[in-house]
């Protein structure tokens, strides 16, 4: 940024597409995941009474195997 010339920022345009990327990136075992903490500005999207130009959202992602890939397993997660 102009402001802060020594600072690294990152604009994700997708929260979801990034947490992927991040569990691929820094090697999350399967059955471990990241949680995000998310403040961004919907810049480019409709403003309107369900969709508010700021938004804060927390959320969480986890490595799941293949083999783990079933409504049976997402139940016993979400549990």
């Known amino acids: ?23 691929h990136y ?5 059955g471990k ?4 903490d998310f403040r961004g500005l919907r810049c480019d999207d409709d403003v309107d009474f369900t969709h508010s130009l700021y938004v804060d959202q927390w959320d969480w992602e ?6 783990d890939r079933n409504v049976e397993y997402l139940k016993v997660t979400v549990k």
């Open 62 to 67: 986890k490595h799941i195997d293949l083999a």
């Open 26 to 30: 820094y090697a999350v075992e399967a």
């Open 33 to 36: 995941g990241i949680v995000t």
């Open 1 to 23: 940024p102009r402001d802060f010339p020594d600072i690294h920022l990152e604009v994700p345009f997708s929260l979801a597409k990034w947490k992927r990327w991040a569990l």
